[in-house]
T-cell receptor
Framework: KAGVTQTPRYLIKTRGQQVTLSCSPISGHRSVSWYQQTPGQGLQFLFEYFSETQRNKGNFPGRFSGRQFSNSRSEMNVSTLELGDSALYLC?????????????FGQGTRLTVV | GQNIDQPTEMTATEGAIVQINCTYQTSGFNGLFWYQQHAGEAPTFLSYNVLDGLEEKGRFSSFLSRSKGYSYLLLKELQMKDSASYLCAVDDYKLSFGAGTTVTVRA
């Protein structure tokens, strides 16, 4: 079956702009989690959505938001971009919420803020 | 808060064994995952431990001691393709990751 698909793969944005990233989970998976990966901080949890509801949230400012649609596809939005937001953004889908099951990761979206 | 520690780098020769340790202090615990991530690629699942003891999966084994907050990933018969970053992740109703251990396999 198809894996987790993230679009776009690469993005270059200017400080102050906003960006929307998309994630299509594995068919049948209702949990989608988002992570930010940087060389210094590693993988940091942003938030998880399950059945269109945010179930858990990490320690990121309100500029980072997300949503999930009825087909389980999820989007992540970052407003008022800062240079420090440059990172690889990974989404992961799972059959269960709140961990407790293997997470399958997409290839990520590489965001560069200039 | 969450505290998950693992060594930054390890180097070993082809055919050898390497053990990557992970210690954790987290507010909750539902299990511990190990993921492998090659440069420029997505993390891929290696193992999941929820009970104490050793789980063996081919050349890879993972051990968990919940009372000690400790896990290790054992890579046997190392191959060049095992050069990657290995991520320890604690399941506390979300995945909290360590910073990762970069393993370099030399011929």
């Amino acid at each position: 079956k198809a894996g987790v698909t993230q679009t776009p793969r690469y993005l270059i944005k200017t400080r102050g702009q906003q960006v929307t990233l998309s994630c299509s989970p594995i068919s049948g998976h209702r949990s989608v989690s988002w992570y930010q990966q940087t060389p210094g901080q590693g993988l940091q949890f942003l938030f998880e959505y399950f059945s269109e509801t945010q179930r858990n949230k990490g320690n990121f400012p309100g500029r980072f938001s997300g949503r999930q649609f009825s087909n389980s596809r999820s989007e992540m939005n970052v407003s008022t971009l800062e240079l420090g937001d440059s990172a690889l953004y990974l989404c992961a889908s799972s059959s269960k919420t709140g961990g407790r099951a293997e997470a399958f990761f997409g290839q990520g979206t590489r965001l560069t803020v200039v | 808060g969450q505290n998950i520690d693992q060594p930054t780098e390890m180097t070993a020769t082809e055919g050898a064994i390497v053990q990557i340790n992970c210690t954790y202090q987290t507010s909750g615990f539902n299990g511990l995952f190990w993921y492998q991530q090659h440069a420029g690629e997505a993390p891929t699942f290696l193992s999941y431990n929820v009970l104490d003891g050793l789980e063996e999966k081919g050349r890879f084994s993972s051990f968990l001691s919940r009372s000690k907050g400790y896990s290790y990933l054992l890579l046997k018969e190392l191959q060049m393709k095992d050069s990657a970053s290995y991520l320890c992740a604690v399941d506390d109703y979300k995945l909290s990751f360590g910073a990762g251990t970069t393993v370099t396999v030399r011929a």
